[in-house]
């Protein structure tokens, strides 16, 4: 909220790198009554802390909406614009409609209903861009282990589905599973690798 009782929501991104899963955005209108401490960048944060943080960022903040791109929707259109599409979703989910949308980065997705300012590592400096990387994260890391008990085998729970050694070998020992965007280049080799 600004001086004159604007209602501003900040935006964030989890999961635009990994192999698997879909990207996940939030926005967070902040209550100015009801402040947050230890608000930042959630990859600054233990994942005990991020999991603090969270039920209190949905407790106190005036309005908050987690959405999502799915994987068939990055391989459709691609990482950037499902990313844009997750985020344009969260902003239209939100109780209360924001004045102003405050996303982190250095691009803006198009469509918002409202003005937006980009703010590069604005996670770290706008606690209501922090307090949506807080929920995107905790969230899309709580789906990863849903994805992990109905593919096994991947560490999907462990990696959250970034090209690590270990995600790297399971993916050649047993090729795709339909969490994996098959438009990542890994993920297009493994396939292509299968007999």
């Known amino acids: 909220m600004d001086l004159f009782g604007h ?11 990994p192999w698997a899963g879909p990207v996940t955005a ?37 309005a908050w909406c987690v959405a999502h791109a799915s994987v068939e929707e990055i391989d459709r259109m691609n990482i950037r614009e499902a990313t844009f599409l997750a985020m344009r979703r969260a902003v239209e989910g939100l109780q209360q ?23 590069v590592k604005g996670d770290l400096t706008e606690p209501a861009i922090s307090a949506a990387s807080i929920l995107a994260k905790t969230v899309r890391d709580a789906l990863m282990q849903e994805l992990d008990a109905a593919h ?33 280049a890994p993920v297009k080799a493994a396939a292509a690798a299968r007999p």
């Open 26 to 62: 939030a926005a967070v209108i902040l209550d100015p009554a009801k402040p947050i401490e230890g608000l930042t960048d959630s990859k600054k944060l233990s994942e005990a802390k991020r999991d603090r943080l969270a039920p209190l960022i949905r407790e106190r903040s005036l």
């Open 152 to 184: 096994p085998g991947y560490g999907l729970g462990q990696h959250k589905g970034y090209g690590t050694d270990l995600h790297a070998e399971a993916l050649t020992r047993l090729g795709p599973a339909p969490c994996h965007r098959m438009s990542f």
């Open 97 to 119: 409609a924001p004045a102003l949308a405050l996303i982190d980065g250095n691009a803006l997705p198009g469509g918002l209903k409202c003005e937006a300012r980009a703010i």
């Open 7 to 17: 209602l501003i929501c900040g935006v964030d991104e989890a999961g635009r790198g």
